[in-house]
């Protein structure tokens, strides 16, 4: 998505009339304005410079109260009739140039169907031309709070990539739901979404903030309904905040829910004991199920609630390994999951055991998440860890 400036409105709606068949010139300037050209070329569209308002800062798109004149000569030659189908073809002209509009950049630009306003102008201006005023409401993507935490164009490497979510974009939250799209691949369906609309994950605008679990049952976390991958191997990075705030139980990051073979994948941060801080895995797959930490790392706490900081965890299946890659150091574990992620659910800030049991509530903040069908190279995890730095 291409944030708009007043001079890429300008040039969409100039290539627009350059494709309108009838319309010869565009211009922007201010209704009073109008006389400053002598020689226009009829029929003319003329758009002032939008005043424009963000009515919602995660919606990412601006408002843009556009003013449109579509004006033909009249001339004292002709009859009433002449004179009245003039304003008709300036309508007809204005609906042409609008479809091409719309049909701009893949359909970035939105028409409030509702603020349509039309007057009809005569013996308008010097030229004494009739013709049309439109007013309309036109949203296109803004640059109004979002240039400073916008998604990245790309994170380096995104061979494999499931999906990649910022907070900057594409988030619609209220009182009971939140819905949140990747922004990458293109098109993706993997939407993360609330895991219980009674408990909320709360988002201020630029991250979502976990609280700490009131009880054991707690339900308060994202997540991806259904995801599967194509081999045993996976990688997650996020871009996070792990609080030392103390909890009823541990804390997961993430985990995949149990599937069809009562099969699951936890990741969770130990928040008790000589072992605090440590990422402990819980996998249970067609081999075995295990219970492994890594014990020379310490997660609690892990970047501040004004600082958020990237991790990564691998699921290396052809290595029989998982790596941990903090902002400072990486980690590996014998343990790992064998078998194929098929159909389970991504959940990030809980553990589900049942449908009516989800408990071990994460406790910080969620920035950006990124879901790769692969165990990542070193290499590459170095390039999107970078990446992930500078979200």
């Not at 098109?187 to 009674?198: E, P």
């Not at 994202?222 to 990075?237: E, K, R």
């Amino acid at each position: 998505m291409n944030y708009k400036s007043l001079q890429n409105i300008y040039n969409d709606f100039n290539t627009a009339v350059s494709n309108t068949s009838g319309l010869n010139q565009l211009h922007m300037f201010d209704e009073s304005e109008i006389n400053k050209i002598k020689n226009y070329k009829y029929p003319v569209c003329v758009i002032e410079p939008p005043n424009s308002k963000v009515s919602d800062i995660n919606r990412a798109y601006e408002e843009y109260e556009m003013v449109c004149f579509i004006l033909k000569p009249e001339s004292r030659a002709h009859g009433d009739y002449y004179s009245l189908s003039l304003y008709d073809d300036c309508m007809s002209l204005f609906h042409q140039m609008m479809n091409k509009i719309l049909a701009t950049r893949d359909g970035e630009y939105i028409l409030n169907d509702d603020s349509l306003q039309v007057e009809r102008l005569s013996r308008f201006g010097n030229d004494l031309t009739r013709g049309v005023k439109v007013t309309f409401t036109l949203l296109a993507p803004s640059s109004l709070g979002f240039s400073t935490a916008s998604a990245p164009k790309t994170l380096g490497y995104e061979s494999n990539l499931k999906a990649f979510y910022h907070s900057s974009s594409w988030v619609i939250a209220d009182s009971s739901s939140i819905t949140w799209k990747p922004t990458k691949p293109l098109g993706s369906s993997l939407h993360m979404t609330h895991l219980s609309s009674d408990k909320l994950v709360s988002f201020d605008g630029v991250d979502f903030v976990f609280e700490s679990p009131v009880t054991a049952a707690s339900s308060e976390a994202l997540q991806i309904p259904s995801i599967s991958f194509s081999s045993a191997s996976f990688t997650v990075f996020a871009k996070v905040f792990i609080s030392q705030e103390a909890t009823s139980d541990n804390m997961t990051l993430f985990s995949f829910s149990r599937d069809a073979q009562s099969d699951y994948f936890r990741a969770r941060i130990i928040t008790g004991g000589g072992t605090e801080g440590d990422l402990q895995l819980l996998v249970d797959d067609d081999t075995s199920a295990t219970t492994d930490s890594f014990t020379s790392v310490d997660l609690r706490p892990y970047g501040d609630s004004s600082n958020l900081k990237a991790i990564a965890l691998v699921n290396d299946h052809a290595n029989q390994k998982t790596i941990l890659y903090t902002e400072t150091d990486s980690y590996e574990l014998a343990s790992f999951r064998d078998d194929v992620i098929s159909n389970s659910r991504f959940i990030f800030g809980a553990t589900e055991i049942t449908e009516s049991f989800v408990y071990q509530g994460f406790v910080g903040k969620l920035k950006a998440l990124a879901i790769y069908d692969e165990a990542v190279s070193p290499s590459n995890v170095t390039v999107i860890m970078n990446n992930f730095k500078e979200l």
